[in-house]
């Protein structure tokens, strides 16, 4: 014998499900930029100092790696460059490999 289930015996209702509207709004969401700090230290000298600065940092100036040099010896530290993680990544341990004292990267 052969029995035919109606959509009530799985409990299933026949009216058509309705879904709710969709959002128009998108919030989109940034990734966080970092900061590439060099921190002072008693064995790099100024020079080599910027000259790393003007190796590594795409677009450093040379007044702009003696300004940072500078900021470097005079307060501690200096923020040399921010943006999105993978080439502050590449920029903070070309520094570091280059003998620099660098702090741990940080999200600005």
């Keep these: 014998?052969?029995?035919?289930?109606?959509?009530?015996?799985?409990?299933?209702?026949?009216?058509?499900?309705?879904?709710?509207?969709?959002?128009?709004?998108?919030?989109p969401k940034t990734y966080p930029n970092y900061k590439v700090i060099v921190l002072n230290d008693d064995f790099n000298t100024f020079q080599h100092v910027a000259e790393c600065l003007m190796k590594y940092i795409p677009g450093m100036s040379g007044d702009r790696a003696w300004d940072l040099t500078n900021q470097v010896h005079y307060e501690g530290q200096a923020i040399v460059w921010v943006g999105p993680q993978e080439p502050a990544e590449l920029y903070h341990q070309q520094l570091r490999r280059a003998g620099l004292t660098m702090a741990p990267l940080e999200a600005a």
């Design 1 to 27: 014998m052969v029995t035919t289930l109606s959509a009530d015996v799985y409990g299933m209702a026949t009216a058509p499900t309705v879904a709710p509207e969709r959002s128009n709004q998108v919030t």
